[in-house]
DNA sequence: TAAGATTGAACTATCAATCTTA
DNA sequence: TAAGATTGATAGTTCAATCTTA
């Protein structure tokens, strides 16, 4: 919504008192670009990695994850935190890439009403064909566009949004149930 | 992906050519903390406005791109554009608006292939409802974080991204941008 | 012939309910 | 009784095709 000077629509109950219920201009800016070139550049991150190596980006980021976990397997559940996604979304999500042969599910051995992702070689392999396009791509929009001060800036100011979202990943009480798998691959 | 010390799985083809192939672990994890916080963000944005006032993220979206603009109405394309979404996406979520008597739609009278939305009473009445509990979710978990100096920085951060990847419709005049005629495209 | 907007088909994501196991 | 994961129903999005007007 418009702050205080840029338009006269009835929006302005108030003109500055303890607790403001508008945005300032230069807060509807900063958070109109930031929408605004966010939606933006995952599309274009996405359209190149679709055109380049016929993944997803969301599914790229799947084999991201699953590639940077011990034995490159993860919990459902943990996954899904990750990736900021519901239960049932990673869900449909696996079964894609599964029938795509990227991922393979495994039964859980510490807990059996668990289910892990575990990233086949097909997966290893389409991770490796399309990590370049992407590193290339987050470079050019992102880090290229950015100097160092600005990159270390940036990431602050994200970590604590973070944290004032509250605690995501942070180290939960069930540790212990990151399973021995033998690799089944 | 990985950096070049975090792990050893088989994704190390270079170890700093001239041409990196892969990001840094900085790089990797600044983009990391970008995807995360910005999708918990704004799902969190979602939630507390559709608790608060039945209207989602999206849909209140709409409804501040319009009352921002001359008569409170904007061609269907630019709109689009501004939303940063497919023409036949805004379509569909306009129908919901519609629907709901927030929006309505208007023949163009200068071009007789067009539609204008327009915001109606009820509209607007439900954008100024909405539109404090919205801007105190933003000033919570994202401009009480961050110190003017971060915001700024923040800001410059994201046009120069903006501008990386090359212009939609985003000039960078911010305020002179209203109500004017569609600059042909 | 091209542009603006809409529609149909296909895809993806979520919530609520369900089933299995702890 | 609760937690992990999946399924059914549903909502929202996009591409390709279509219709109207420039």
Redesign the pocket.
């Known amino acids: 919504v418009a702050g205080n000077a840029q338009k006269a629509h009835p929006l302005e109950p108030l003109e500055g008192g303890p607790a403001r219920v508008w945005l300032s201009d230069v807060e509807q800016e900063a958070w109109r670009i930031m929408v605004s070139a966010y939606a933006r550049l995952v599309g274009r991150l996405d359209a190149e990695l679709q055109a380049a190596h016929a993944i997803?980006l969301?599914d790229y980021e799947v084999l991201v994850h699953l590639s940077e976990a011990d034995g490159a397997a993860l919990?459902?559940?943990?996954l899904?935190d990750r990736l900021?996604?519901?239960?049932?979304?990673?869900?449909?999500?696996?079964?894609?890439l599964v029938r795509d042969g990227l991922v393979k599910?495994q039964a859980?051995l510490s807990?059996?009403?668990?289910?892990?992702a575990v990233l086949s070689a097909a997966g290893w392999a389409a991770l490796e064909e399309a990590a370049p396009t992407h590193a290339a791509s987050v470079r050019r929009y992102v880090f290229d566009a950015l100097d160092r001060q600005e990159l270390w800036q940036l990431t602050s100011s994200l970590r604590s949004v973070s944290a004032a979202l509250g605690g995501t990943t942070q180290p939960e009480v069930?540790a212990s149930e990151r399973g021995h798998e033998p690799s089944g691959e």
Chains 1, 2 share one sequence.
């Open positions: 997803s969301r919990r459902m559940a943990e899904a900021v996604v519901s239960p049932s979304g990673l869900t449909r999500r696996l079964d894609g599910r859980c807990d059996r009403r668990g289910t892990l069930h």
